[in-house]
């Protein structure tokens, strides 16, 4: 079935069979794991010109060729690059784009190794970043400049969970001439298709969901035509690639992908309504509740959700750690997307706008593959904790 026909099916239907063709590799239902380096030539006409499909493993190699393809069905995208880490697919497209002299304008909500990035090497480089308010929408363009040439958002946003209103932010950026990247990594492509909002750039975490299973780290970049080609000579200049067993497993994760984003976001959404009416829990931070204050955006611009979110807990530090050290079935650690539970005291000390009025102490929940009931035992033997704290 070619990709336009694929198109047209489920989603679990698109993340079982998309990126590759079994009959590609005589009739093998997955990929094979390509390891190499060196790519040989048949003669050295072919060599000097290049003209065939693998030149250096750098390049690719069939099988981070197949990850790409799926991703790029799922995107909507021109194509698609593979990098060592989330971070990286943070931090490649802003290098493809900024220069010295540029001005970056990066939503305050966005992830912290994000904010330390833009703090540091960006500046050192010369490129001005001014951090926005989350929910500005429109009025994001009473911040552009004549030399704005990124606007950068997350939705929603990392640990405290902003909701963005993605099109009317890319339409005044576009009117401006300034590239639209996303932090997709929360919803992936299943619930939230960027492209089709407006973003030119999206990037995922594919350590999350993707991967599924805590034992990967790699990110993405896709992009829309206008904007791959920067974006690839960057990546090729950079001499950036990734594994094939890494790709292999993020590609296998991506067949159950859906399946287990469902769990994750039932149980969630299921936790998220009981804690709203637990004592000792000031707030419940998951846009896909009615009481979230960017739950409008949400269902109207999501299809889904998924399995993280934060509750604001009465206390501080010490009923934060109360609350952490009680718990038998959440691991304490950092990442998400996984099938375990998660759980973190946020620190949001370097948000210059956002995440400075919580009236107690924030905590990230990671909700796994667990049972919910044993999971909000869990959760209730912490709440007790933190009271007695």
């Not at 989330?86 to 497209?93: C, E, M």
Request: glycine share 10%.
């Amino acid at each position: 079935m070619d990709k336009q026909s694929r198109s047209k099916l489920g989603i679990n239907t698109r993340l079982a069979h998309g990126g590759y063709d079994p009959m590609d590799y005589h009739g093998f239902v997955n990929p094979p794991v390509v390891h190499a380096s060196t790519v040989l030539f048949p003669d050295a006409q072919t060599m000097a010109t290049g003209n065939q499909p693998y030149t250096y493993a750098t390049h690719g190699t069939p099988t981070t060729d197949a990850l790409c393809r799926a991703i790029d069905e799922l995107e909507g995208s021109a194509g698609t690059l593979l990098v060592p880490s989330g971070l990286l697919a943070v931090t490649l497209p802003l290098l493809a784009f900024l220069s010295p002299g540029d001005h970056l304008l990066m939503v305050d909500s966005c992830y912290g190794n994000t904010h330390y990035f833009c703090n540091t090497t960006l500046k050192r480089l010369g490129v001005e970043v001014e951090y926005y308010d989350p929910l500005i929408g429109a009025d994001i363009e009473e911040l552009i400049r004549p030399n704005t040439k990124v606007v950068f958002t997350e939705s929603p946003g990392s640990n405290t969970f902003e909701m963005q209103d993605i099109p009317a932010i890319a339409e005044k950026a576009h009117a401006a001439g300034a590239v639209v990247m996303m932090d997709n990594t929360w919803a992936t492509p299943i619930h939230f298709k960027a492209l089709d909002f407006g973003v030119d750039v999206s990037i995922h975490a594919v350590t999350k969901y993707p991967s599924g299973h805590a034992d990967v780290l790699m990110g993405t970049v896709s992009a829309n035509e206008k904007h791959f080609k920067t974006l690839e000579q960057t990546y090729t200049a950079l001499g950036l690639c990734v594994s094939g067993d890494d790709a292999y497993q993020v590609l296998r994760g991506l067949r159950s992908m859906g399946l287990r984003m469902e769990r994750h976001a039932e149980s969630a959404l299921a936790i998220a309504e009981w804690l709203e009416n637990q004592d000792g829990v000031v707030e419940v931070l998951h846009p896909a509740l009615p009481s979230h204050a960017g739950h409008a955006i949400y269902k109207r611009d999501f299809t889904g959700g998924g399995g993280v979110f934060s509750i604001v807990i009465e206390g501080g530090k010490a009923q934060a750690h109360a609350f952490l050290n009680a718990l038998e079935i959440f691991g304490l650690g950092y990442s998400w997307g996984g099938f375990a539970s998660l759980a973190v005291h946020v620190r949001l000390a370097d948000r210059q706008i956002t995440g400075k009025n919580y009236a107690g102490a924030v905590i990230r929940l990671q909700i796994g593959l667990e049972d919910k009931e044993d999971l909000i035992a869990d959760i209730a033997k912490g709440l007790a904790a933190a009271k007695a704290a």
